[in-house]
């Protein structure tokens, strides 16, 4: 005891009276955020020595029965439904058949429990979903994505009252209401604290008679749902400038949930978001009374808004964004492997250059990567995490690799993909793209304050406790609680800067792997880099404190390697879960490959970078005697990954499963390139025959005997299917433009003129 009193007061107090100096106050927004959610895998990677185990040992994610029968069933039948071009170019919108579909099977109440008359469905089971519809039509995934993530069903479940969930439930499960969430606003957006959006307590009139309630001003863009809803929950200021309620005149962000047909709502018009038809738009309200049941969860739950919507999104942000990336990047790596197969320039299939095959790969890779991601991270949202820095990894790296699939997918497709018709089924996706990057966070900021910037604080073993105890008001206590946390702390940072030296020196020979693994060596360098990043977290806080928030470069690259510990985790846990399937092992390589120089190259720039040169070059000598070394994939291995996509076989299907290919479609784009894809590969033999005798022209082949009349016929109808596939769209001058009719002006009449010389070209 004497021991720890003379610590706590000459050694902790000088350190505490400079700690709480250096650290800055955490704000009320702040502390909401880190509150909302929990610290799952997040916390291990945090530690600098993750138990990989544990993450082995983690069910994956599966569908019950009745779930696997509904995407068997519904799921399908609804993709057949869907015509995406006549929805973006024609209708504007999903047509009336289709919502009264989503309404009859209950698609908007998939996330309702079933006692009030939802479908009780998993988060897999929710990202399956939303993954397969996406595949066929990006709106209507959205349509159905936004009724089951932020908004009225989730917070109602999580926040509401009972009266509340017993009235709103069964009608937003049966489709009878349909909800929008109203959050951004015109001055702001990721600032929510300076939204101006307000709630005034007051007396009102209320169905006849003079009640208690709020008096609401707002508007409100960017709603998805906003034009058809006839429920939104209202995040606002509440001001209670009479002291109605008690206690402050400022109350808070507040969530109040009121029919759009309430006196003084107006939807506005609708937005246009990148000619992606599905319904949004702003939502104003004018003096607009509401009664205080209205809040959601009644009047203990003012000024709690914003921890309602962090704990929202601690998990929605795992599931919708991801689950439609999901689908986008399966498909590009799908579409584009049959199309570079299919299609030919030079008289060879242009999957057979380099410079394509290095996309394939990638394509290859990032379909891999996001599903594994995806499974992982929905796995555990079913498990009863709710992992807000996780979330805010998936979000952003699945928006960013889908973002880089249909880049390449494009670039591949060349003029094949920017002709807008219904033989594009790339358009669509590629138009989609910003509004990925650009909702539920955007990007810029998910990764330059939110992934490394939260998770420094929610995630590491001893920082809140940390911030908590300079927080205290009661000094004392604050000291004796700093006390405790902080030599933890250097117990900790001593620990792991061992363990980082140890693992540094031997070229992660003495990391730790899991029992038993196919690919030992991949979780030995985890292990390596995820001693340095802790090391490196440490001593980043330590000498920039609360200056770390102005250099969202330095914690956008720390994030970086957060994200791809999580990420390379989870390629290395589906390799496992699947069976350690030979045929997998280089994919796997390769996106471990990649990734681990992604690793590599934030650690330069966050060392190059760090103010502390003393703590750049203790790292580089601990962490890095011998230099950070980057690697890329060698051609051949770029070639086997490539080669995995051009290829009919289990594995394509293992590595694209559940997208819709227009089966149910009479006809469609992606059911004619299936079918040109396996025609061309059955027709390859022929095509060996043939240029073994050194011909070219299948007529020429059938008359020399080279080829019988059946293998012409197959020859033949397999270049019909080519042409198909490879042909474009193209529109008579009138449904184009209705100016059409200027560049159809009649042609001058004929003047005598000197005859021209005829030019030697011709």
Not at 330 to 356: D, K, S
Not at 387 to 406: F, G, L, N
Not at 446 to 469: D, W
Not at 707 to 734: K, S, Y
Request: aromatic share 8%.
């Amino acid at each position: 005891m004497g021991i720890r009193e003379f610590r706590r007061d000459y050694l902790t107090r000088p350190i505490f009276r400079w700690a709480g100096g250096v650290l800055p106050p955490i704000s009320d927004t702040e502390r909401e955020a880190i509150d909302a959610g929990t610290v799952w895998w997040d916390g291990e990677l945090f530690t600098g020595n993750p138990d990989w185990q544990k993450l082995l040992d983690m069910p994956p994610a599966a569908l019950s029965a009745r779930e696997q029968a509904f995407m068997d069933g519904p799921v399908r039948e609804l993709c057949s439904m869907i015509d995406d071009w006549k929805i973006a170019w024609q209708d504007r919108d999903l047509p009336p058949e289709v919502w009264d579909f989503m309404r009859k099977n209950k698609f908007f109440g998939m996330i309702i429990p079933e006692k009030y008359g939802g479908l009780g469905f998993s988060n897999t089971m929710h990202s399956e979903v939303v993954r397969t519809i996406s595949s066929a039509s990006v709106v209507a995934g959205v349509t159905v994505m936004v009724p089951n993530s932020l908004g009225p069903g989730e917070l109602l479940m999580h926040f509401g009252t009972e009266a509340q969930k017993d009235h709103w439930l069964p009608r937003l499960a049966d489709g009878s209401e349909i909800p929008c969430f109203g959050l951004t606003s015109e001055d702001a957006g990721s600032d929510a604290a300076a939204m101006t959006d307000s709630g005034v307590v007051e007396y009102g009139k209320h169905e006849g008679r003079k009640v208690l309630g709020i008096r609401l001003n707002f508007h409100k863009r960017y709603i998805t749902l906003g034009p058809v809803a006839t429920v939104m929950g209202l995040a606002f200021k509440l001001f209670d400038p009479d002291g109605l309620l008690g206690g402050e005149k400022e109350r808070g962000i507040t969530v109040a949930l009121l029919p759009t047909a309430t006196p003084g709502v107006s939807h506005g018009e609708r937005h246009i978001p990148q000619f992606t038809h599905f319904q949004n738009g702003p939502l104003y309200g004018k003096d607009v009374f509401i009664p205080l049941d209205w809040i959601l969860g009644g009047q203990e739950q003012v000024g709690q808004g914003w921890k309602m919507l962090m704990t929202a999104l601690a998990a929605g942000r795992g599931i919708s964004l991801p689950s439609q990336s999901a689908a986008s990047a399966a498909m590009c790596a799908r579409a584009t492997g049959a199309y570079a197969r299919v299609r030919r320039q030079f008289n060879v299939p242009i999957g057979m250059f380099e410079g394509i095959r290095r996309h394939l790969a990638d394509l290859a890779a990032n379909a891999y990567l996001i599903d594994a991601a995806r499974r992982l991270t929905v796995a555990a949202l079913d498990r009863g995490e709710k992992p807000s820095v996780i979330s805010a990894i998936m979000k952003y790296h699945a928006t960013e690799r889908m973002r880089e699939s249909i880049g390449k997918a494009m670039d591949i497709h060349g003029g094949k993909a920017i002709i807008d018709g219904p033989r594009n089924y790339m358009g669509g996706q590629y138009r989609s793209v910003p509004i990925g990057i650009t909702v539920e966070g955007a990007n810029i900021l998910t990764r330059n304050l939110m992934i490394f910037g939260q998770g420094a604080i929610r995630s590491h073993p001893y920082m809140l406790k940390e911030l908590e105890a300079l927080s205290q008001a009661d000094k004392d206590k604050g000291l004796d609680a700093f006390d405790r946390s902080f030599w933890a702390h250097a117990g900790h940072s001593i620990a792991n800067a061992g363990r980082a030296f140890l693992r540094g020196w031997s070229g992660a020979l003495f990391a730790p792997s899991p029992k038993d693994v196919g690919m030992p060596h991949h979780w030995q360098r985890l292990s390596r880099y995820a001693s340095a990043f802790a090391l490196i977290s440490d001593l980043a806080l330590l000498t920039m404190g609360g200056a770390l928030k102005r250099k969202e470069l330095i914690s956008a690259r720390l994030g970086d390697i957060l994200s791809e510990l999580y990420l390379l985790g989870a390629v290395l846990k589906r390799y496992e879960d699947e069976g350690r399937q030979k045929i997998d092992r280089p994919i796997v390589d390769y996106i471990m490959v990649n990734g681990e120089e992604r690793i590599c190259a934030a650690f330069d720039g966050v060392l190059d970078n760090l103010p502390a040169r003393w703590a750049a070059w203790a790292t580089r000598i601990v962490a890095f005697p011998f230099g950070i070394s980057y690697r890329a994939p060698s051609d051949r291995l770029t070639d086997k990954v490539a080669e995995t996509l051009m290829t009919p076989s289990e594995q394509r299907d293992r590595l694209t499963p559940n997208l819709y290919l227009g089966e149910g479609h009479e006809t469609h784009a992606l059911k004619d390139l299936e079918r040109a894809f396996q025609a061309v590969m059955d027709v390859e033999p022929i095509e060996k025959k043939m240029r073994a005798a050194e011909i070219r022209d299948p007529e020429e082949a059938r008359e020399r005997g080279v080829i019988d009349a059946a293998e012409f016929g197959r020859l033949a109808a397999a270049a019909e299917l080519v042409q198909r596939v490879v042909a474009v769209d193209a529109w008579p001058m009138e449904e184009v433009s209705p100016l059409a009719d200027q560049h159809r002006k009649p042609a001058p009449k004929r003047t005598r003129a000197a005859k021209p010389r005829r030019l030697a070209a011709e």
